[in-house]
């Protein structure tokens, strides 16, 4: 199976904050990954798939790039919306796997 | 408008077999590009993948777990169903079906039922 890491496990950061969120996988994945965000109570939503490509209806600021094993989730300027937990996923194979989780929380 | 749906008990036995449904609207599941899969998250933990039915009927199970599982589905119903046999306290956890639709070649998780909570204990 592909393992997924994520780093850091948390991130305190402020409104208009930039907040810069990373995911490794244990293998090669191109670019067959999917982030997704995660209210308290709330079934995940997703967020960015192919890597870099914005789902619709989700806001600009987020951004997604990287490929191989390296990819990076971006929120280009933090609204109060945006506290909440993100996942990384791989898509290149079955079964699924899924990184441990960056909570974003109020500075 | 594609929603998801899960159904099931909330509370079952330790040695207990649990069964879920998904139902699914606004899309078939005869549909080439799509299938569904179940994801769980234990209290405050992360998601875990647990298994996943394409339109063909071809089934991918998680490795540490595929020995307790069973998913099937009837498209008739627009129903996925999961079984998970054996069941233990740590398998206390959020249960989520989400669809997954083919895009750009591969399969994403879009969008995702709402959740049921089942807890394992005597």
């Known amino acids: 199976d592909i393992q997924m890491t994520q780093s850091p496990s948390s991130v305190s950061a402020s409104v208009g904050d930039r907040v810069t969120i990373t995911c490794r996988a244990s293998q090669g994945i191109s670019s067959w990954l999917a982030w997704y965000q995660q209210k308290p109570g709330k079934a995940p939503k997703l967020l960015i798939y192919a890597a870099s490509s914005l789902q619709s209806g989700v806001p600009s600021r987020f951004s997604g790039s990287g490929s191989g094993t390296d990819f990076t989730l971006t929120i280009s300027s933090l609204q109060p919306e945006d506290f909440a937990t993100y996942y990384c996923q791989q898509a290149n194979s079955f079964p699924r796997t899924f990184g441990g989780g960056t909570k974003v929380e109020i500075k | 408008q594609v929603t998801l749906k899960e159904s099931g008990p909330v509370l079952v036995k330790p040695t207990e077999t649990l069964t879920l449904t998904c139902t699914v609207s606004g899309f078939s599941l005869s549909n080439a590009r799509m299938g569904v899969s179940w994801i769980r998250q234990p209290p405050g933990k992360a998601l875990e993948w647990l298994a996943h039915?394409?339109?063909?009927?071809?089934?991918s199970y998680s490795t540490s777990l595929k020995s307790r599982l069973t998913i099937s589905k009837d498209t008739s119903k627009s129903q996925v169903v999961l079984t998970m046999t054996n069941m233990d306290p740590v398998d206390t956890a959020t249960y989520y079906c989400?669809?997954?639709?083919?895009?750009?070649?591969?399969?994403?998780?879009?969008?995702w039922g709402q959740g049921t909570l089942v807890t394992v204990s005597s």
């Open positions: 989400a669809r997954g639709i083919a895009v750009a070649g591969t399969y994403w998780f879009d969008p």
């Open positions: 039915i394409f339109s063909n009927d071809e089934k």
